[in-house]
């Protein structure tokens, strides 16, 4: 029965990992603090921009229009170089910790495959009773291979 849970525990973890990671991400990359200060003076400067009629002054109105646009390449970039930060970081770590869990659950598959995961199921599906009992030679047992299989497609059709 130990071996039923941990499995289950294990893909629920597989499937809901790549939610939590992005949630994770989130807070560990927030905007810094020149980005605020950046982004703060791009909208006084806008604010200003439309208090100036761009044809009475024009050369202070394109003065503060380039200001603008090189403001907003620097935001821009700060936001382009967080955003691949986080998007490197979540991906090698949701494929690091996948890894892990396929080891996991490879490693278990192989020691236990002899054993039973649930057993006491001799008429419930009783056409394919022997195909889901498979290696242990149980009759009315749940092998430990189409336990993983039916578990993961049920966590992959609940997450979806």
Not at 56 to 72: C, S, V
Not at 79 to 96: F, I, P, Y
Request: overall charge positive; aromatic content about 12%; some cysteine.
């Amino acid at each position: 029965m130990f071996t039923f849970w941990m499995i289950a525990v294990f893909i629920l973890i597989g499937s809901l990992l790549p939610s939590i990671v992005k949630w994770g991400t989130h807070f560990v990359f927030k905007v810094s603090d020149e980005e605020k200060k950046i982004r703060e003076e791009f909208r006084g400067l806008r604010k200003e921009l439309t208090g100036i009629s761009a044809v009475d002054e024009f050369a202070r109105y394109a003065r503060i229009q380039r200001k603008m646009n090189k403001l907003d390449e620097q935001i821009q970039s700060l936001g382009q170089s967080r955003m691949d930060g986080r998007e490197s970081v979540r991906w090698k770590l949701t494929k690091a910790i996948q890894v892990v869990n396929g080891a996991v659950l490879v490693y278990l598959a192989v020691t236990q495959r002899y054993e039973p995961v649930l057993t006491g199921l001799p008429d419930w599906f009783w056409p394919l009773n022997l195909l889901l009992s498979y290696p242990t030679g149980i009759e009315g047992a749940l092998s430990i291979v189409f336990w993983l299989f039916i578990c993961n497609n049920a966590c992959r059709a609940l997450i979806k």
